[in-house]
């Protein structure tokens, strides 16, 4: 069965850290881009980060660069997200999504992607 299970969500106070994984089953993980996105309540879901399946094309939200590292294990199934210096507008649940390499080596829009995983929630606390 197809899954990608995000984990390491957590309460945590401004300007500390916290690692977010990917976890991926049912496929390999090295034919897929894969994206973090984020949604705060009321808010769009917006892309942090996405990582082409090399690891070769790597990009960030303007918001999020030097402060977030996105980061990929193939053999482990797995895709990171470092997240440094949190700030409370970082809040909000994180999804990944992955994207087949043949469709692109980025991630453009929520729309492209073609699978989900549930979320994991993200508090950063003032």
């Known amino acids: 069965q197809l899954q990608l299970v995000e984990s390491g969500g957590g309460l945590v106070q401004f300007g500390g850290s916290l690692r977010l994984s990917c976890t991926a089953s049912?496929?390999?993980?090295?034919?897929?881009?894969i994206g973090w996105f984020r949604q705060a309540p009321g808010k769009e879901r917006e892309g942090v980060s996405c990582?082409?399946?090399?690891?070769?094309?790597?990009t960030y939200a303007d918001a999020v660069k030097g402060r977030f590292t996105i980061s990929r294990d193939n053999a482990k199934n797995t895709v990171y997200l470092q997240m440094n210096s949190l700030k409370t507008e970082d809040t909000g649940v994180y999804y990944c999504a992955r994207r087949h390499r043949v469709y692109g080596s980025t991630c453009p829009s929520p729309q492209g992607m073609d699978a989900w995983g549930k979320g994991t929630l993200v508090t950063v606390s003032s």
């Open positions: 049912g496929f390999t993980l090295d034919y897929y881009t």
């Open positions: 990582i082409s399946n090399s690891g070769a094309t790597i």
